[in-house]
């Protein structure tokens, strides 16, 4: 039986040499007024195309479409919600990138389509099974900078939960059967959790297969509260800090779990045997067709040689675990 991997979140989206830089070159000349709009799709669209092209290469089971147009974790929905418009810039989270804090306008209103195109065009291209990804409501609606329509975080966070789920359920339309709702908030702020809960409960029946995936915080505080959501998996970064996870994973009996192993914000380079060492540490609690090894976030906080090469090490090390060999 195989050890399936996947991937999490936005992949590096500037690359080696020329060809490498076509996105920023692109970018830069439509910010001079040299091309258009549907110039700079074409660009995003061929970016997009060689970076599922690359994750697949690399032998992962289940890929993204890299999230090459997604300015930061939140710009999907901010861009597109009625009633939210982009703010500040502020630091996200602990990391040396910034997003667009979220101003929120008046009542959140969307169509559902913010991101079926994108969905759509990454389902033409991909060979290996396909998912999708949202960003989550309680990581929306806590990185908020102002919000001059709602009364209380609470009406705020379950705003963004119907609009999401409502997100959720447009792709599912367009094919999606998997998606990704990326909510580092969840462990970041554990006195929500409750909250997130109610949260998800309105994204319960929006697709076949919803994944809580969390990332750059131990959900130590949390570990068995998540395991109540109303989603398929979990995705647990178990590298960035000190956790105590791996020894309770059996929390998560009849979910899959999405383990992150390979650090996707450091440019060191696991081996395969280190990862095949997480996988099997995981692996006294969690059945092996429960378990999905990934990097702990997105890979786009790394070079692109560096992103290509922890894919390797990642399928590398899954493989090494079931004895199977790595194709040439």
Excluded: C
Aim: no cysteine; charged share 30%.
């Amino acid at each position: 039986m195989t050890l399936k991997t996947t991937v999490i979140g936005a992949y590096p989206k500037i690359g080696e040499g020329l060809d490498g830089q076509e996105l920023r070159r692109a970018l830069h000349r439509r910010d001079r007024g040299e091309i258009g709009d549907a110039d700079l799709d074409k660009v995003y669209d061929e970016v997009t195309r060689s970076t599922i092209g690359e994750i697949e290469a690399a032998g992962v089971d289940v890929v993204n479409d890299g999230q090459i147009r997604w300015d930061d974790l939140l710009a999907p929905f901010a861009r597109t919600w009625s009633g939210v418009e982009r703010g500040p810039l502020e630091r996200f989270y602990d990391n040396n990138t910034y997003y667009r804090q979220p101003v929120i306008t008046g009542p959140i209103v969307t169509d559902g389509r913010s991101l079926v195109r994108d969905f759509t065009f990454a389902r033409g291209l991909a060979k290996a099974q396909l998912k999708a990804a949202v960003p989550g409501p309680l990581t929306f609606a806590t990185l908020t900078s102002r919000d001059d329509h709602f009364g209380s975080l609470e009406d705020r966070v379950l705003a963004a939960a119907d609009a999401t789920a409502r997100e959720i359920r447009g792709l599912k339309d367009a094919g999606a059967r998997m998606v990704d709702i990326e909510d580092p908030a969840v462990v970041a702020s554990p006195r929500h959790i409750e909250l997130a809960r109610e949260a998800y409960g309105r994204l319960a029946d929006s697709a076949h297969a919803l994944a809580l995936v969390s990332y750059f915080f131990p959900p130590d505080a949390v570990l068995e509260s998540l395991a109540s959501f109303p989603v398929a998996a979990i995705a647990i970064d178990v590298r960035s800090r000190d956790t105590t996870a791996f020894e309770r994973l059996d929390a998560f009996r009849g979910k899959y779990v999405l383990l992150g192993v390979v650090d996707a914000r450091n440019t060191r380079l696991e081996t395969a045997a280190e990862v095949a060492g997480y996988a099997e540490r995981a692996l006294k609690l969690v059945p092996l067709d429960h378990l999905r090894l990934a990097p702990t976030t997105s890979l786009e906080y790394l070079p692109r040689d560096i992103a290509r090469a922890k894919l390797a090490a990642l399928v590398e090390g899954a493989r090494l675990v079931t004895g199977e060999r790595v194709p040439a």
